[in-house]
């Protein structure tokens, strides 16, 4: 509000208050000319107040003849008194005190909620130094930041340091840090991903070809699967297939009755 209303160029006008003469027929021309441009700028101030509120807060300030006062309406609204503003301002300290950062909590977020009091306590009456503001943000980091707390305290003079210097250097030291931790990370993945690239083509290859890989010792799935097949003699390979596409049954025991030498029909012939 205080920016919008200065934007206007009539701050001084509620800070100040304007007040009206008794009798305005003794006045000069320069002064009577001077009454109406402080007139202009009250009334200004007063129609942006009357613009920025809501229509609860509007209420509020209806009757008000000046800018000033409408003003003070408004202050003592959201501020309160003076025993109000005591109490606020012991619960705001209170809460500076007791704040600290968490372990997941970046840096600037941290930092704005210190600045965040800090701003609170200055809207109601208690300004803090700059100083005060950054020791308060060095004590309360978590351990993760000893090492740049010890070298920013021996290094810098924290009556110059400022909020927002400190900051800077906090995030550039989380950063590294977070980088150094991510690195043993990625090693390891990549590491993961060699070896499956290595064994991969090993498993693929010996798969099938009668090696020894991961699925069977010496033969392959599909080798097993035809020998079972074809029986448990010597015969089964392409060369078992005689003249004219006729099979040779030569050394083949049939499963059935254990015999060799014949087909399944020559086993079912005798039964009736």
Avoid at 70 to 86: C, H, M, P, S, T
Avoid at 260 to 271: I, L, N, P, T
Wanted: negative net charge; glycine residues 10%.
């Amino acid at each position: 509000m205080k920016a919008l209303i200065g934007s206007q160029e009539v701050w001084e006008v509620v800070e100040n208050g304007h007040q009206e003469p008794e009798d305005v027929g003794e006045m000069t021309i320069a002064q009577i000319a001077t009454l109406k441009a402080t007139r202009a700028k009250d009334k200004t101030a007063l129609y942006v107040l009357y613009r920025a509120v809501d229509e609860s807060d509007f209420e509020k300030i209806a009757n008000a003849m000046s800018s000033k006062e409408a003003w003070n309406i408004l202050e003592k609204a959201y501020k309160g008194d003076n025993r109000v503003k005591q109490v606020r301002l012991q619960t705001l300290r209170s809460e500076l005190e007791r704040i600290r950062m968490k372990e997941d909590e970046g840096v600037a977020e941290y930092v704005s909620r210190v600045e965040t009091i800090a701003n609170q306590l200055d809207r109601n009456g208690e300004t803090l130094p700059t100083c005060r503001v950054v020791e308060k943000i060095l004590r309360s980091l978590t351990d993760d930041f000893e090492n740049i707390v010890c070298a920013i305290e021996e290094s810098k003079d924290l009556t110059e340091f400022s909020a927002e210097e400190l900051a800077g250097s906090l995030e550039a030291h989380e950063q590294r840090r977070r980088k150094k931790e991510e690195e043993p990370l990625d090693q390891t993945l990549q590491a993961k991903a060699t070896i499956w690239e290595k064994n991969v083509p090993y498993t693929q290859n010996t798969q099938g070809r009668g090696g020894r890989g991961r699925g069977g010792y010496g033969r392959s799935q599909e080798q097993v699967s035809q020998q079972n097949w074809r029986g448990r003699g010597q015969g089964g390979g392409r060369g078992d297939r005689g003249r004219g596409g006729q099979s040779n049954n030569s050394g083949v025991e049939f499963f059935k009755c254990g015999k060799y030498d014949h087909f399944a029909k020559d086993c079912y012939s005798g039964v009736k």
